[in-house]
């Protein structure tokens, strides 16, 4: 009798020792479609006594009117619990696209959310990040009156410009945010969208000094930000000083820094095609033209150089600049040390501008 006892003990024991190694588990989450509410977005920002709030809308998907949920909690995973506390349905985050967090809260440091994020196996890496300049939570509110699909609007706008790459807009991923905060040289960028409650539109590119939200790129900034480093190519470029559009513009960067590295010469050449012009240049003349090519090489040539100075000046590289400094068989600097040194660099831009006249503008 005995024996027999330890031989079902020993087998139960076997049994969970498999299931262990198997990666099984004898709990099995419940996923039944009506018992789970697969969240789409997170907007998080800062709560009251050092907490965060999170919101979303409730229910995801389903015949429901959907409501804006919102919380607030020491820490992400304890939303969950909070969630499923005062909603019959259980909060999964296996759907999740956007996450969405407030400027005076990236301005902190947003380093416990982005590890939070990573080491849930349930959230994937392509998930949208986006800093909100304004209350979101007040623009969920207006747009639930209107449409009550506003989120998944949001993400097919993200989504669109992400394949279309013209760059309109910076468009990052959980992964790509995670692989320019942990690689040396290399600071973060991510969209920031402002909204007065009832907006919901693109300001610019954010600039991270590692995990803190530091500066936004605006205006022509972001445009040349986006030729030298995201897409290298821009559907549109506006350059208001000289009141000329160009269009279809692709570009070629190439860094080149001295021994000492102490000194960067940038070199950018650029192809693109005129779409519009209403300054008092005669385009037909060519010696006006020319010096409208050379006009538009010397404003980019200070923009950028003005554009770098101050990246220079809060310590950030989302250039990747330093980059150019690793040599094989050499000891690599470290972080601080090549900041130092960056914040320091003396920097020579030039711009060689190939311009495609458009016979029709005068």
Request: charged content about 25%; proline content about 4%.
């Amino acid at each position: 009798m005995i024996s027999g006892k330890r031989l079902i003990l020993n087998g139960c024991i076997a049994l969970v020792i498999f299931m262990t190694i198997e990666g099984c588990s004898p709990f099995v989450e419940n996923n039944e479609i009506e018992e789970i509410s697969p969240v789409t977005f997170w907007y998080i920002k800062e709560g009251k006594k050092g907490k965060i709030s999170m919101s979303t809308t409730v229910p995801p998907v389903g015949l429901e009117k959907k409501r804006l949920f919102s919380t607030e909690v020491n820490m992400i995973k304890q939303v969950g619990k909070r969630f499923n506390l005062n909603y019959y349905n259980e909060l999964k985050n296996g759907q999740l696209r956007m996450v969405m967090i407030e400027e005076n809260l990236a301005d902190k440091g947003i380093l416990p959310i982005i590890n939070t994020l990573l080491s849930d196996p349930k959230i994937g890496p392509r998930l949208y990040l986006i800093v909100v300049n304004g209350d979101f939570d007040k623009y969920i509110l207006n747009e639930l009156k209107q449409s009550e699909n506003f989120d998944f609007y949001l993400y097919q706008t993200l989504r669109h410009f992400e394949r279309a790459n013209q760059g309109e807009m910076s468009i990052v991923n959980l992964h790509q945010f995670k692989n320019q905060l942990y690689t040396h040289y290399s600071d973060p960028y991510v969209p920031v969208f402002r909204t007065d409650g009832n907006q919901f539109t693109y300001e610019g590119t954010g600039l991270f000094r590692n995990d803190k939200f530091v500066k936004t790129l605006t205006g022509i900034d972001d445009q040349i930000f986006q030729l030298l480093n995201n897409n290298r190519y821009l559907k549109f470029l506006t350059i208001p000083n000289l009141s000329i559009i160009i269009g279809q513009a692709r570009s070629t960067v190439t860094f080149d820094l001295n021994q000492n590295n102490t000194a960067l010469s940038m070199k950018v050449c650029i192809n693109a095609g005129i779409e519009e012009y209403t300054g008092d240049k005669n385009l037909q003349d060519q010696s006006e033209f020319s010096a409208l090519v050379h006009d538009v090489e010397s404003e980019l040539e200070k923009k950028t150089t003005d554009m770098i100075k101050d990246m220079q000046n809060i310590r950030v590289d989302p250039l990747e600049v330093g980059g150019e400094a690793l040599f094989p068989f050499t000891k690599p600097m470290s972080d601080k040390a090549w900041l130092h040194r960056w914040e320091k660099m003396d920097v020579e831009v030039d711009y060689q501008v190939n311009l495609r006249p458009n016979l029709n503008v005068q």
